[in-house]
């Protein structure tokens, strides 16, 4: 059954190397090459989205690319999910940013 009070961010979304067709959901320049579950359970805590340990699932598959295991985190829906997924890869690339400085 639909759980419509949450929503699930795939790593996928975030993904540089995977075009729009294969499930990436942000423009190719807020996308960043290879996303770790690591960095999208810091991009949601840096964005202000709670979860619980139990939501973060990182041997999930993406059901466009069966084939490579990716992950996922399930959040509480406080919006509209393209909403959530921009504010989410905007804190994935500063992050990603700040870990290299």
């Known amino acids: 059954m639909k759980d419509y009070d949450h929503v699930i961010?795939?790593?996928d979304y975030f993904n540089k190397n995977i075009s729009k067709r294969k499930?990436?959901?942000v423009a190719k320049n807020e996308a960043i090459y290879d996303p770790t579950m690591e960095e999208l359970?810091?991009?949601c805590r840096r964005s202000g989205l709670k979860f619980v340990g139990n939501d973060v699932n990182s041997g999930g598959?993406?059901?466009?690319?069966p084939y490579v295991r990716s992950g996922y985190?399930?959040?509480?829906k406080i919006g509209k999910k393209t909403t959530m997924v921009?504010?989410?890869?905007?804190?994935?690339?500063e992050t990603r940013n700040s870990n290299r400085t």
Do not use: N, Q, T
């Open 61 to 65: 598959r993406y059901p466009r690319r």
């Open 23 to 25: 499930g990436r959901r």
């Open 9 to 11: 961010l795939w790593l």
């Open 73 to 76: 985190i399930m959040l509480p």
């Open 41 to 43: 359970e810091k991009a």
């Open 86 to 93: 921009d504010r989410v890869a905007r804190a994935l690339k």
